[in-house]
């Protein structure tokens, strides 16, 4: 069995899905268990209508509602046209979930009040349109398809929108759901990005959360490899869209991947590899508009060779700034410290302690009001917006004879906030002013891998 997870831009038209749906066909025999996002930007305008609503601006909400429901009847209408009775089941699917939509929109601007538990309600309708669309275009296109819904086995916590997978929970009920739903089926397809509480509550894995979705099945039912389609030749040495002339990697490991993804690459959700680290699990990065292209292939550390492969980058994040003589030669300084980001659930990127300051990076995404107020009862606490963090990262790299001095060369004139090398010898990383990122990522990026010979891929 293989998980194949389509991103929104892989079924982002008819298109699109017609590709898409040939790719399927042609792995048949490996069983695939499909999972498919939003269409593009279908998520995004899920938010729009949230916050509209949210506003009790119920006129503005409804204009995007339509927009909504008249791009997946029109999409079914492209797909579908020559098959009439599919496309009105596709029709009547796109209709109910609008018509549901619709009420429960109108009922939050009504009440004025939208809480996090409505906010999942409504963004996981993108996934819930694409996956009955697509589920009928691939039974019309003669793959018997079975659909199921991710809520009955995609178990976490009740925080709504960023819900903690309950791995247990998971393990236990994929694997029964793809059995049930691969009875006279070729192909069974779900969503990715949402969730529920054991409970049922509606909760969603949080932004991109769809790669998450892939690797929490492939766990599950044992898969031998995951398959993410995208819409790149796979995981660079750089975001291209930032970066000019980045080279596509054809393997890396899963520690590599895993720290390029937390640290910005937005290629993978940042918690991908964990579930597929688990079980051994191959991922495979691959182009949904180039399905011949080899891709990259994410696999165990003693596959992969030493040296740098990647320039990662978070281009918005705050520096904290904890200062308290108390610090020195006290112990216990640091637990009380971080109990209050855990408490608080925010996430630290990187650490640097003097005798009296403790530095931390934390996405800018994530509210940090509560963090700064209590920490402030027992130390000064400033906080440095408008940063960006750069990532150096690669197996071994810190063996690497004359990186630091490399990495940092082309940066001779740039304020450089703070430094992390982790034990890890995987990622060295520092924070600069984000109106300098871009200049230091491309030059950072054009030593490491540009220059031909000896600094090429500084293996
Ligand atoms: P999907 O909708 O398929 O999940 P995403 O937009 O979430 O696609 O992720 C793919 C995008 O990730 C690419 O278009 C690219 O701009 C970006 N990206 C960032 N860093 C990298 C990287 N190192 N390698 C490849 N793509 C990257
Ligand atoms: N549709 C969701 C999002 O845009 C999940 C995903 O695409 O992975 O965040
Ligand atoms: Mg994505």
Known sequence: MIVMKFGGTSVANCEAITRMIGIVRGKLEDRPVVVVSALSKVTDLLYRIADKAAEREKSEADLLLAQLRDRHLKLAEELLSSRPSILREACARVNSLCDDLDAFVAAVCSVGELSQRSKAIIISNGEYLSSNIICCAMNAS??????????????????????????DAIAARVPEAVAAAYVNADAVITQ??????????????????SDYSASLIGMSVDAERIE?????????TADPRRVDNTRCLDRISFEEAAEMAHFGAKVLHPLTIE????????????????????????????????????????????VINIFST??????????????IFSENKVSVDLISTSEANISVTVDSSQNIDRVVERLSDFAEVYVDSDKSQ?????????SLKGLLEQTFAPLRDCRIYMISQGASYV???????RTLLDGVVRQIHKYLFETDGENEGRK
């Open 142 to 167: 003669g793959i018997r398809t079975n659909y199921m819904d991710a809520r009955g086995f995609i178990i976490t916590d009740a925080d709504y929108l960023k819900g903690e997978p309950d791995m």
């Open 192 to 209: 990715g990005f949402v969730s529920a509480t054991a409970d049922g509550e509606p909760t969603v894995l949080g932004r991109g959360g």
């Open 228 to 236: 993410i389609w995208t819409d790149v030749d796979g995981v660079r």
């Open 275 to 318: 579930p597929a680290v688990r079980k051994n699990i191959p991922i495979y990065v691959l182009n949904s508009m180039n399905p011949a292209g080899q891709g990259t292939a994410i696999l165990q550390s003693s596959f992969i060779e030493d040296g740098v492969k990647s320039v990662s980058c978070k281009e918005n994040i705050y």
């Open 326 to 339: 108390k610090m020195i030669n006290t112990s216990g300084f640091l637990k009380k410290v971080f109990e």
């Open 390 to 398: 750069v990532s150096v990262i690669g197996k071994n790299i810190i």
């Open 427 to 433: 990622n060295i990383s520092f924070v600069v002013d």
